[in-house]
Protein backbone atom coordinates (compact mmCIF):
# COMPACT_ATOMS: atom_id res chain seq x y z
CA UNK A 1 0.00 0.00 0.00
CA UNK A 2 1.24 3.63 -0.41
CA UNK A 3 -0.67 6.37 0.86
CA UNK A 4 -0.36 9.91 -0.82
CA UNK A 5 -1.17 13.08 1.20
CA UNK A 6 -2.06 16.42 -0.66
CA UNK A 7 -0.64 19.98 0.65
CA UNK A 8 -1.03 23.87 -0.49
CA UNK A 9 -3.47 24.01 -2.52
CA UNK A 10 -5.84 27.55 -1.80
CA UNK A 11 -7.11 30.78 -2.75
CA UNK A 12 -5.62 32.59 -5.30
CA UNK A 13 -5.69 35.54 -7.62
CA UNK A 14 -5.81 35.19 -11.39
CA UNK A 15 -2.25 35.44 -12.36
CA UNK A 16 -0.88 34.34 -8.90
CA UNK A 17 0.59 31.24 -8.12
CA UNK A 18 0.79 27.88 -5.89
CA UNK A 19 2.75 24.77 -5.02
CA UNK A 20 1.49 21.69 -4.63
CA UNK A 21 3.03 19.01 -2.52
CA UNK A 22 2.31 15.18 -2.36
CA UNK A 23 3.94 13.41 0.40
CA UNK A 24 4.18 9.56 -0.22
CA UNK A 25 4.85 6.82 2.15
CA UNK A 26 4.36 3.10 2.26
CA UNK A 27 5.50 0.51 0.14
CA UNK A 28 7.04 2.96 -2.42
CA UNK A 29 8.98 1.45 -5.26
CA UNK A 30 12.57 2.32 -6.85
CA UNK A 31 10.76 2.51 -11.00
CA UNK A 32 7.00 4.13 -10.60
CA UNK A 33 4.99 6.72 -12.25
CA UNK A 34 3.79 9.85 -9.94
CA UNK A 35 1.42 12.74 -11.23
CA UNK A 36 -1.36 15.07 -10.71
CA UNK A 37 -4.37 14.95 -12.03
CA UNK A 38 -7.19 17.33 -11.67
CA UNK A 39 -11.44 17.66 -11.13
CA UNK A 40 -13.55 20.59 -11.87
CA UNK A 41 -17.08 20.21 -10.80
CA UNK A 42 -19.08 18.34 -13.59
CA UNK A 43 -16.28 17.52 -15.59
CA UNK A 44 -13.88 14.34 -15.74
CA UNK A 45 -10.79 14.05 -13.89
CA UNK A 46 -7.71 15.05 -16.31
CA UNK A 47 -4.06 14.63 -16.10
CA UNK A 48 -2.28 17.81 -15.61
CA UNK A 49 1.19 16.38 -15.23
CA UNK A 50 3.29 13.43 -14.14
CA UNK A 51 6.68 12.06 -14.34
CA UNK A 52 8.50 8.37 -14.46
CA UNK A 53 11.11 7.44 -12.58
CA UNK A 54 12.75 4.94 -15.18
CA UNK A 55 12.77 6.59 -18.24
CA UNK A 56 12.70 9.92 -16.67
CA UNK A 57 9.87 11.04 -19.14
CA UNK A 58 7.69 13.67 -18.37
CA UNK A 59 3.85 15.00 -19.40
CA UNK A 60 2.24 17.98 -19.17
CA UNK A 61 -1.11 19.10 -20.28
CA UNK A 62 -1.42 21.62 -23.13
CA UNK A 63 -3.42 24.20 -20.16
CA UNK A 64 -0.55 24.04 -18.11
CA UNK A 65 2.38 23.70 -20.30
CA UNK A 66 4.56 26.67 -19.89
CA UNK A 67 3.05 27.45 -16.25
CA UNK A 68 3.12 24.26 -14.66
CA UNK A 69 6.47 22.30 -13.26
CA UNK A 70 6.88 18.80 -11.52
CA UNK A 71 9.44 17.80 -9.74
CA UNK A 72 10.08 15.63 -7.01
CA UNK A 73 12.45 15.15 -3.87
CA UNK A 74 13.39 11.91 -2.91
CA UNK A 75 15.11 12.17 -0.49
CA UNK A 76 11.32 13.34 1.47
CA UNK A 77 9.32 11.02 -1.10
CA UNK A 78 7.14 14.20 -2.04
CA UNK A 79 6.14 15.15 -5.42
CA UNK A 80 5.72 18.76 -6.21
CA UNK A 81 3.65 20.83 -8.97
CA UNK A 82 4.19 24.25 -9.07
CA UNK A 83 1.71 26.52 -11.02
CA UNK A 84 2.62 29.79 -12.09
CA UNK A 85 0.12 32.63 -13.65
CA UNK A 86 -2.76 30.61 -12.38
CA UNK A 87 -6.40 31.29 -14.35
CA UNK A 88 -10.15 30.68 -13.26
CA UNK A 89 -9.73 27.49 -15.55
CA UNK A 90 -7.34 26.18 -13.22
CA UNK A 91 -10.04 26.05 -10.53
CA UNK A 92 -10.47 22.16 -9.07
CA UNK A 93 -9.70 19.46 -6.98
CA UNK A 94 -6.19 18.58 -7.85
CA UNK A 95 -4.97 14.71 -6.83
CA UNK A 96 -1.95 12.95 -6.28
CA UNK A 97 -1.38 9.40 -7.84
CA UNK A 98 0.98 6.93 -7.79
CA UNK A 99 1.43 3.66 -9.53
CA UNK A 100 4.58 1.36 -8.75
CA UNK A 101 6.84 -0.22 -11.51
CA UNK A 102 5.84 2.29 -14.19
CA UNK A 103 2.87 3.61 -16.61
CA UNK A 104 2.69 3.23 -20.04
CA UNK A 105 0.62 6.52 -20.71
CA UNK A 106 1.45 9.06 -18.33
CA UNK A 107 -1.39 11.11 -18.42
CA UNK A 108 -3.92 8.21 -18.51
CA UNK A 109 -5.77 8.04 -14.79
CA UNK A 110 -6.46 4.55 -15.12
CA UNK A 111 -2.76 3.58 -15.27
CA UNK A 112 -2.45 4.69 -11.04
CA UNK A 113 -4.01 2.66 -8.70
CA UNK A 114 -3.11 4.58 -5.75
CA UNK A 115 -4.76 8.38 -4.52
CA UNK A 116 -4.70 10.84 -2.55
CA UNK A 117 -7.73 12.66 -1.25
CA UNK A 118 -7.34 15.52 -2.85
CA UNK A 119 -6.05 19.45 -2.41
CA UNK A 120 -8.42 22.77 -3.75
CA UNK A 121 -7.34 24.54 -5.64
CA UNK A 122 -9.61 27.84 -6.36
CA UNK A 123 -8.46 30.83 -8.91
CA UNK A 124 -10.90 34.22 -9.08
CA UNK A 125 -10.91 36.47 -11.49
Known amino acids: QVQLVESGGGSVQAGGSLRLSCAASGNTYSTYCMGWFRQAPGKEREGVAAMASGDGRTYYADSVKGRGTISQDNAKSTLYLQMNNLKPEDTALYYC??????????????????WGQGTQVTVSS
Open 97 to 114: AYEPLGCTVLSRRYEYHF
